[in-house]
């Protein structure tokens, strides 16, 4: 291992990091974290961090979850690699996908496709939501449906269905046959309310008017987070998803609930489809499911589905589609590992618990901080938006967000910002004392952000 002055010196000189301008990065290295424990982490200098970010909203055991490990290294020791391509499988593979299943069952889930990630999840959900209907007899359905502001991972039929230009606009042209529709945001939407419910409503009608410009029988599916996470933590009305699903179920229109963040208790339930009553027709997965520890995603198929792949009579059941390290076994055993800690701790629960105190919380930071436009948030997902202008809505500017961040950071918690908003996402183990840091060095970032604006 090299000294810590020639990894300071080279940080970010020979690698481009994601969602990152490399010269930027350059210029302002990133902070090097060098270890982890319980739910905090430790950066290069020896700064002790409680770490608001959950690693990326998945390392939801925290950092120091031994059956996990254990089950990793002893999966290491017996069997590291081997495929699952026709022919062959594992045990933790087979093991894995009866887990799934039961996990998912009252979401109606039956069969699971093993990614390497939630952007493998969403490519294997949209693929394959284009092959059932091909096997359905109904091969003129190829077009998606989503929303703005969602995020879906970063492969081309992802990037495509994603709702953020930034993600986008370097990388023209996306996929054709991509329809977007508002998002359920009662902080910033077209409709001149901030009603939940005659969002939800209007959201509603605007894919209702898609449908039938386009023609129901040209649309594939629609693809939605339960909670748009990237986006800025927009937690919809709870009548938006039940509206939806009644939409898509009247014109044969499958529903994708991306379930990558809100998978495995992050929104306070044991998923965003759960949370919302709904059952939807497909689910992608990854992040949680290993608690963060290897790289893996599963892409959760409906009994709705089953029989048109595994009944068809030649090719087009057959699934043309798969990676390297689809069901990975030491994946497979982590997330075995990571599904009876989730079980056993519920940690879901705690979610929803700590979630509705950190809320409050930021509410109640929003009440004296006027540079906070808007708090949201839905278990342990939330977030706090910048403005400079309460009344405009003018988003912060980023010297302003940058002071929030790095004097929150100094007060010993990590935030993740992103453009004018704030994300928490903290490990789901934390209690009510770890809620409580969170606020109170955001309590003084507020501050700080405060003074950076009017220039001092
Ligand atoms: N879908 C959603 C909802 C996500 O939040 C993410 C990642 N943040 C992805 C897909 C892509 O996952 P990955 O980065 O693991 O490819």
């Not at 007899?137 to 081309?156: A, D, N």
């Not at 689809?326 to 590992?337: F, R, T």
Request: charge should be negative.
């Amino acid at each position: 291992m090299r000294d810590t002055n020639f990894l300071i010196g080279n940080n970010a000189k020979h690698v481009w990091h994601p969602m990152a301008h490399p010269g930027e990065m350059r210029a302002n290295p990133p902070r090097i974290v060098e270890q982890g424990e319980g739910v905090e982490i430790v950066d290069i200098h020896g700064h002790r961090t409680l770490d608001g970010v959950g690693g990326l909203w998945n390392v939801n055991l925290g950092y120091s979850c031994d059956p996990v490990k254990d089950a990793m290294t002893a999966q290491l020791h017996k069997l590291p690699y081997y495929n699952a391509f026709r022919g062959t499988t594992t045990s933790p593979l087979i093991e894995l996908s009866y887990e799934l299943c039961e996990f998912f069952k009252p979401e109606g889930m039956a069969r699971t496709f093993l990614t390497s990630g939630g952007s493998d999840s969403v490519e294997t959900c949209l693929r394959l939501a284009r092959q059932f209907h091909r096997a359905n007899g109904q091969p003129e359905r190829t077009k998606f449906v989503s929303l703005k502001k969602g995020y879906h991972g970063t492969h081309f039929g992802g990037a495509s269905v994603n709702g953020n230009p930034n993600f986008r606009r370097n990388y023209e042209p996306m996929l054709a046959g991509v329809i977007h529709l508002p998002a359920p945001f009662t902080y910033r939407n077209p409709f001149d309310t901030d009603d939940g419910a005659i969002i939800a409503r209007k959201i509603g009608a605007a894919f209702e008017e898609e449908i039938a410009f386009h023609g129901a029988d040209t649309i594939a599916a629609l693809i939605m987070e339960p909670v748009l996470g990237s986006g800025g933590v927009i937690v919809p009305h709870e009548s938006f998803f039940p509206i939806m699903r009644e939409i898509c179920d009247r014109h044969g229109i499958l529903l994708i609930a991306d379930e990558v963040i809100t998978g495995f208790g992050r929104a306070g339930s044991e998923c965003g489809s759960r949370l919302w009553g709904i059952k939807p027709d497909m689910m992608s997965t990854a992040k949680g499911i290993t608690n963060g520890y290897f790289p893996l995603g599963a892409a959760m198929i409906g009994e709705k589905l089953v029989s048109a792949f595994e009944d068809a009579k030649g090719p087009v059941g057959t699934i043309s589609h798969g990676y390297t390290y689809s069901g990975h076994p030491i994946g497979a055993a982590a997330a075995l590992a990571t599904l009876a800690e989730v079980k056993r701790l519920d940690v879901a629960a705690n979610a929803a618990a700590r979630g509705e105190e950190l809320l409050a919380g930021l509410h109640e930071l929003a009440s004296r901080h006027e540079i906070v436009g808007d708090a949201r948030g839905k278990g342990l997902m939330a977030a706090l938006e910048l403005v400079s202008d309460r009344e405009k809505k003018t988003p912060a500017a980023k010297d302003v967000v940058q002071a929030l961040y790095d004097k929150t950071y100094e007060e010993g918690v990590m935030v993740r910002t992103s453009g004018n908003n704030v994300i928490i996402s903290p490990c789901l183990i934390i209690d009510n004392s770890h809620v409580a840091r969170i606020l109170s060095a955001l309590d003084a970032g507020l501050a700080a952000a405060a003074r950076k604006m009017k220039g001092h």
